[in-house]
């Protein structure tokens, strides 16, 4: 369905019934990589294509992190949900923090997948800036090309990977641009998830993320205070690589804090 948050229309999947979850897609993709979570039965699942991707391809893209969490605080407002749990892939998880940091009283739980609390290193913020150069000359196909390979395990089935790259062609080169200009900027959330101790976390890696290695889930674990569920034959994208893993570990999660 179409969901108007502000002035622009926000491509979202709704489906299910019961306590709400929102999905936040990593970049460049979109809540296509939920497929395998939306199923999850007893749950209301609510996951948009953030502007500039997926079906929000031609929605306006958003500038920063903290605007795509206040967002997703609106949208859920908009679908009449004041409390709910968030969970989100990589960028989705800065985007999942960024929601706490703007809206705390309406976060009732969080699972973070493949992710990080900390800031872009300098390095890690002028690649970012090389990368919207490039796609600025040459068009998104580059990124595309050397992104497939870095989401997934070197192991994952082409008809995944085929997959994989159909997602990141749905984006536009200017939504591409604006989400790696927010997560150059991001900032650190250290301090918001280390004073957010009563908050229920789940933290979710898979074994051979390239990009958010275990190490960097083990860190996030210990300053959220969550529990770290490590998840053999995935990279970066656990929850669909290995969905029927992921789900497990999320379905014993969420009967635990609902
Ligand atoms: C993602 O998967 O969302 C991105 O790889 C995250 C990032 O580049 O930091």
Aim: glycine share 10%; proline share 5%.
């Amino acid at each position: 369905m179409i969901v108007r948050v502000a002035d622009r229309e926000i491509a979202c999947i709704v489906t299910g019934d019961g306590p709400a979850v929102v999905w936040i897609h990593a970049f460049p993709l979109n809540s296509g990589i939920f497929r395998g979570q939306l199923t999850i039965p007893g749950f209301r699942h609510i996951s948009p294509d953030l502007p500039g991707f997926g079906g929000s391809h031609k929605a306006r893209p958003m500038e920063s992190i903290e605007e795509m969490g206040q967002m997703i605080a609106e949208l859920m407002h908009t679908l009449g949900e004041t409390k709910f749990l968030v969970a989100g892939v990589s960028m989705g998880g800065y985007i999942a923090l960024a929601t706490l940091r703007v809206a705390p009283d309406q976060v009732a739980a969080m699972i973070l997948m493949d992710t990080r609390e900390i800031a872009d290193s300098d390095q890690g913020r002028a690649t970012r800036y090389q990368q919207i150069a490039q796609i600025r000359e040459e068009g998104t196909a580059p990124l595309a090309e050397s992104m497939v390979e870095k989401l997934v395990a070197p192991y994952a089935a082409r008809e995944l990977k085929a997959e994989v790259r159909g997602m990141i062609e749905e984006a536009s080169p200017a939504g591409v641009m604006a989400a790696l200009e927010a997560m150059a900027e991001r900032p650190d959330s250290t301090r918001l998830l280390a004073g957010s101790a009563g908050l229920e976390t789940l933290v979710i890696v898979g074994e051979d993320d390239a990009i958010t290695p275990p190490s960097e889930a083990e860190r996030l674990a210990g300053v959220s205070g969550g529990r770290l569920e490590r998840i053999p034959g995935a990279g970066h994208l656990a929850c669909l690589e290995q969905s029927e893993i992921v789900n497990a570990a999320i379905m014993a999660f969420l009967e635990e804090v609902v």
